[in-house]
C-alpha cells in the first residue's frame, strides 16, 4: 500500500503569509492527488484534484503542484477564512480506495 | 441542489450491527462511484468502502473488510453501508462522498454528506 506523509503536522501563520504544505508518498504516483479542507465539525471541501487542478468555486489563492512522490498545496495570501486543517489524498488503480494524508492544520500565529 | 444526507447514525454495543444510509438528490447518483469515509474523534479521515456507478465493483479498507458491506440502490438514490461485530475503534463520524467526476475515478470526492455519528460502547 502507499503510504502518504504531509508536513508540516502544524502550521502557525498569519494573515497574508504565503503558506506551502507538503504530501509525500512512499513510491511513485501518477498524480492521482487531491487536497481538502476540513473545519471543525464540518465534512471536507475539495480544493485540488488531478494534483493542480482547481475545483469549482475555490479562490484562486489556492494552488496544487508536484509530481513522482511529491505535492504541495500552496495558498498564496493566507485569509481568516483559511485557518483549518488541509489533507491530501491519494488514488491508485491497484489499491482503489482512496488514500488520506494524516493532515496539516493550519492556525493562527 | 446537490445533496447528501446521512442517516442510521448511534450508540451500539461492541459486536453488534448497524446499518447506515446516505440519500443522494440534486444530481444523477447512479453515473458516479460512492464512498463512506469516517472520521474517528480528533483524529485524520479514512476511506473506509468504495462502490462502482454500476455496483460492480466494491472496495474495502484492510480495517473493516469482512466486517462491512457497502450497497446502493440506483433507482432509490441510496447508498448504505451495513457494518457488523463492531468495535470501539469504528467510533467515528461517518460520511457519504461522490466522485469528483461521472463514471471516472481518481479526481477526489467534491460532494460530501453533513455526517452520522457513530458511538461503539
Known amino acids: 500500500d502507499i503510504q502518504m506523509t504531509q508536513s508540516p503536522s502544524t502550521l502557525s501563520a498569519s494573515v497574508g503569509d504565503r503558506v506551502t504544505i507538503t504530501c509525500r508518498a512512499s513510491?511513485?504516483?501518477?498524480?492521482?492527488v487531491a487536497w481538502y479542507q476540513q473545519k471543525p465539525g464540518k465534512a471536507p471541501k475539495l480544493l485540488i484534484y488531478k494534483a493542480s487542478n482547481l475545483d469549482s468555486g475555490v479562490p484562486s489563492r489556492f494552488s496544487g503542484s508536484g509530481s513522482g512522490t511529491e505535492f504541495t498545496l500552496t495558498i498564496s495570501s493566507l485569509q481568516p477564512d483559511d485557518f483549518a486543517t488541509y489533507y491530501c489524498q491519494q488514488y491508485d488503480s491497484y489499491s482503489p480506495l482512496f488514500n488520506f494524508g494524516p493532515g496539516t492544520k493550519v492556525d493562527i500565529k | 441542489q446537490v445533496q447528501l444526507v446521512e442517516s442510521g447514525g448511534g450508540i451500539v454495543q461492541p459486536g453488534r450491527s448497524l446499518r447506515l444510509s446516505c440519500a443522494a438528490s440534486g444530481f444523477s447518483f447512479s453515473r458516479y462511484a460512492m464512498y463512506w469515509v469516517r472520521q474517528a474523534p480528533g483524529k485524520g479521515l479514512e476511506c473506509v468502502a468504495g462502490?462502482?456507478?454500476?455496483?460492480?465493483?466494491?472496495y474495502y479498507a484492510d480495517s473493516v473488510k469482512g466486517r462491512f458491506t457497502i450497497s446502493r440502490d440506483n433507482f432509490k438514490d441510496t447508498l448504505n453501508l451495513e457494518m457488523s461485530s463492531l468495535r470501539a475503534e469504528d467510533t467515528a463520524t461517518y460520511y457519504c462522498?461522490?466522485?469528483?467526476?461521472?463514471?471516472?475515478?481518481?479526481?477526489?470526492?467534491?460532494?460530501w454528506g453533513q455526517g452520522t455519528t457513530v458511538i461503539v460502547s
Open positions: 462522498a461522490r466522485d469528483r467526476f461521472p463514471m471516472v475515478r481518481g479526481y477526489g470526492m467534491d460532494v
Open positions: 462502490i462502482s456507478d454500476d455496483k460492480n465493483y466494491r
Open positions: 513510491q511513485i504516483i501518477s498524480g492521482w
